[in-house]
Structure formats: structure tokens, C-alpha cells
T-cell receptor, first 114, second 116 residues
């Protein structure tokens, strides 16, 4: 069974540009999450999809971040326009919809904004 | 709000010895899950072990065991017979099950370096 995949693995962009991160969850997992770890800080929750619906987007830092999950399959996270403080590692995770809700993570996308 | 504290930013352990990674948590939710993840230098987050707040026994998974002390709100990870491949960052995390959603709250992590 394939795990969670993320693309790209690395992205280097200039301030003001746009970047789109993609996540493909484990097949059959309705729950999809985005997390972020900026340098030296803790891993922080961004948002949670159940199928195509946003269940919780309380962690999204501002309206420069837009997440979608068309058709309840893969998800994209767009940052537009990117700022220096957006640099970090963006993780995607997926889980089945029952306790204990253990989440399986992708390898992450390392975003560097210069 | 939930909080996870990992007080050991880094530690060395001799190969084949056991190591204990500390984790304390704070939540008002009576039902919750505690998780440990490993992040090797390659970057991926690997799920290691889970402990439910109502579980009577401490969780074990191979060389990993969780020393769960509910009254003290601690969930320490014990790695027995350390191997060189255990060198990584380790994160403690929790999900409060009564709260809306099931997002993970993470601690700051502990970096473990296994010496040959």
C-alpha cells in the first residue's frame, strides 16, 4: 500500500511569488491534514479535510494560504504571495475516520522563500 | 488548549543501551490519544506508537514502549537496545478526542544520537 506522497520535495521561490504544494493521501483515507514546521519551532496544525470538506482551518496563518481538496482525493496548498516567514517544512498526513485517528505523514515539502 | 512538553532537546545514547525520552502533556479533555513519531534525517515522519488515555496497559511496539503515567500526565518513550538507525528527532503528540476535530498537537522534539 502506497504511503502519503508530497510534491515537490523542495521548492525555492522568491518573495512575492506563488507556490503550490500537492499531497496524495493513503488510498481510502478520508481525513487529510496539513501541518507546518518553521525553523526551530514546533510542528503546527494548519487544516483538516474530511473528504472534500474543510473540517477545521483554524491553523491557517492568513489569507495568503489556500487549501483545496477537489473530489476528496489529493489536496493542494497554495501560498500566494509567498513571504519570507513562510519558509519551513510543510507536512501532509492522512488517517482513517476512527479512533485512535493515528495519522500517517508524507515526507514533507521544504519551502524556502528568498 | 493542549500542550506537549519535551524537556530534552538532545541526547546521546550508547548503541545497545536503552534510552527514555520524556514527554509531559496538559489537557482538560478526559479522553485523548498520545502518539510518538520519529523523524530521521531524511525528513519523513514515522508513526511509532500510540497510547489511549483509557488504556490500562502501557503500549509496546517491538523495541518501543510507552511509560504512561496518567496522574503525572507523562508519556515517556522507551527505546530498548538502541541501534544506529534510531538516531533521529522524536516527537511526542496528542489528540483530544472530545474536542472538535482530531488535529495533533506536537512537542518541540528530542534529537537522539546513537553512538557506536
Amino acid at each position: 500500500e502506497a504511503g502519503v506522497t508530497q510534491f515537490p520535495s523542495h521548492s525555492v521561490i522568491e518573495k512575492g511569488q506563488t507556490v503550490t504544494l500537492r499531497c496524495d493521501p493513503i488510498s481510502g483515507h478520508d481525513n487529510l491534514y496539513w501541518y507546518r514546521r518553521v525553523m526551530g519551532k514546533e510542528i503546527k496544525f494548519l487544516l483538516h479535510f474530511v473528504k472534500e470538506s474543510k473540517q477545521d482551518e483554524s491553523g491557517m496563518p492568513n489569507n495568503r494560504f489556500l487549501a483545496e481538496r477537489t473530489g476528496g482525493t489529493y489536496s493542494t496548498l497554495k501560498v500566494q504571495p509567498a513571504e519570507l516567514e513562510d519558509s519551513g517544512v510543510y507536512f501532509c498526513a492522512s488517517s482513517q475516520g476512527r479512533v485512535p485517528y493515528e495519522q500517517y505523514f508524507g515526507p514533507g515539502t521544504r519551502l524556502t522563500v528568498t | 488548549a493542549q500542550k506537549i512538553t519535551q524537556t530534552q532537546p538532545g541526547m546521546f545514547v550508547q548503541e545497545k543501551e536503552a534510552v527514555t525520552l520524556d514527554c509531559t502533556y496538559d489537557t482538560s479533555d478526559p479522553s485523548y490519544g498520545l502518539f510518538w513519531y520519529k523523524q530521521p534525517s531524511s525528513g519523513e515522519m514515522i508513526f511509532l506508537i500510540y497510547q489511549g488515555s483509557y488504556d490500562q496497559q502501557n503500549a509496546t511496539e517491538g523495541r518501543y514502549s510507552l511509560n504512561f503515567q496518567k496522574a503525572r500526565k507523562s508519556a515517556n518513550l522507551v527505546i530498548s537496545a538502541s541501534q544506529l538507525g534510531d538516531s533521529a528527532m522524536y516527537f511526542c503528540a496528542m489528540i483530544p478526542y472530545k474536542a472538535a476535530g482530531n488535529k495533533l498537537t506536537f512537542g518541540g522534539g528530542t534529537r537522539v544520537l546513537v553512538k557506536p
